[in-house]
């Protein structure tokens, strides 16, 4: 296993961080080499070389270096008297996209669909430019962290005692990563995750498929914690939740269970700055009694002018998994939408299947059931996206 990384408090991360940056900004003023030289441990003649190479004024605008479209054109362009392997099997891959159409549109698709969006990057309007049109009381604080939030798709275990290592190896794709502020409350970041889970609808509706008046599972369920660093940070938001941690706390002070000591928090009380965290440790969230997400803390720094400025807007996707639909086991076009037990008319036991064949085959013109059946909406991760 790889060295456990050092645990960080949060809030002690920003008091340090902010005094350090605010004392050697003051200290060092724009010429002052020497004390830049100085605080960071270099020699003034490689101080002198790197802010004559890192000078704003060496910078090239798009009229006197390169634009956008001479960039891609160049990484088609391959030199005659390249040796280089890379620019070989490059200049193989362009001539068989423009020989072959069906390979290039499969390129272009397999890059569209992939499971996970990275191109999620903050647009302009959350700019230091355009904070100004931002409402005061709507603005950033300052100094304050961004963490970055990894949450998994909800995981199904096998065995009663899985420890959290182990749900990682199992975990589901990456659902989402958020960034969020250290001043947030831990609800905040729960309100934003959305799990398939949430929307089950309890009970058979083959009698009235378009009952409406049934409640999804998030609104019966509400209860839910955090687990981080020995700490159970439970929602305590509506008057009939639980603590979902009591049974597990109890039973891991049973003689023993060398768990050690753990504590109890509100979520609605306790922000990020109140936590303790360990980068790339999978913690665990915990909702609808045992749907359990991992949740991975990947990156920590100072909030600054570049990120976006409106704290409406946290917490913040910066990247969101891709959804695979459930299609109809028999028209094998439209997302499922029912799942049905006990049909004659289905190829299988149980069937996933759209409205519209769902309705065709169970139903008469009147709307009438027909036959023995059992159905149950049905939703996909696709539903959630």
């Known amino acids: 296993m790889a060295a456990s990384m050092e645990k960080v408090n949060v809030k002690t991360f920003l008091s340090q961080w902010d005094n350090d940056t605010y004392r050697n900004c003051a200290e060092y003023v724009t010429g002052d080499t020497a004390t830049l030289a100085e605080k960071i441990g270099m020699s003034y003649e490689n101080v002198k070389e790197l802010e004559s190479v890192c000078s704003v004024d060496r910078l090239e605008n798009d009229a006197e270096g390169c634009t956008e479209f001479d960039q891609w054109s160049n990484l088609e362009t391959i030199p005659l008297d390249t040796k280089l392997m890379s620019l070989s099997f490059q200049k193989q891959e362009l001539e068989r996209r423009k020989k072959d159409c069906n390979y290039t549109n499969a390129i272009f698709r397999k890059m569209k669909y ?29 100094p304050d962290v961004l963490l970055v939030v990894h949450v998994h798709q909800p995981v199904k275990t096998r065995h009663k005692h899985t420890t959290v290592e182990e749900l990682t190896r199992t975990s589901g794709n990456m659902s989402n990563s958020w960034l969020v502020l250290g001043r947030q409350k831990l609800t905040d970041l729960r309100d934003v995750i959305r799990c398939v889970n949430d929307l089950n609808v309890p009970g058979d509706m083959s009698e009235n498929p378009d009952m409406e008046s049934q409640n999804y599972a998030k609104d019966v369920f509400k209860s839910g914690f955090f687990f981080i660093d020995d700490t159970f940070y439970n929602d305590f938001r509506e008057e009939d939740s639980r603590d979902y941690s009591l049974e597990i706390r109890e039973w891991a002070s049973k003689p023993g269970n060398d768990f050690g000591p753990m504590k109890t928090a509100k979520m609605e009380d306790s922000t990020f700055l109140d936590l303790t965290v360990e980068l790339g440790k999978p913690y665990v969230y915990m909702h609808q009694g045992d749907c359990q997400h991992v949740v991975i803390f990947s990156d920590i720094r100072l909030l600054s002018t570049d990120d976006p400025q409106d704290v409406t807007l946290y917490p913040f996707m910066a990247r969101r998994s891709r959804r695979r639909r459930t299609l109809c086991r028999l028209c094998n076009n439209e997302a499922a939408r029912w799942i049905v037990y006990n049909s004659q008319f289905t190829p299988e036991n149980p069937s996933f299947l759209c409205d519209l064949c769902f309705r065709s085959l169970h139903y008469d013109t009147e709307n009438k059931k027909i036959g023995n059946f059992e159905a149950y909406k049905y939703f996909d991760n696709h539903a959630i996206a």
């Open 114 to 142: 992939k499971r996970v969006d990275d191109h999620m990057i903050f647009s302009s309007m959350n700019s230091t430019d355009q904070s100004e049109s931002i409402p005061d009381e709507n603005k950033v604080v300052y």
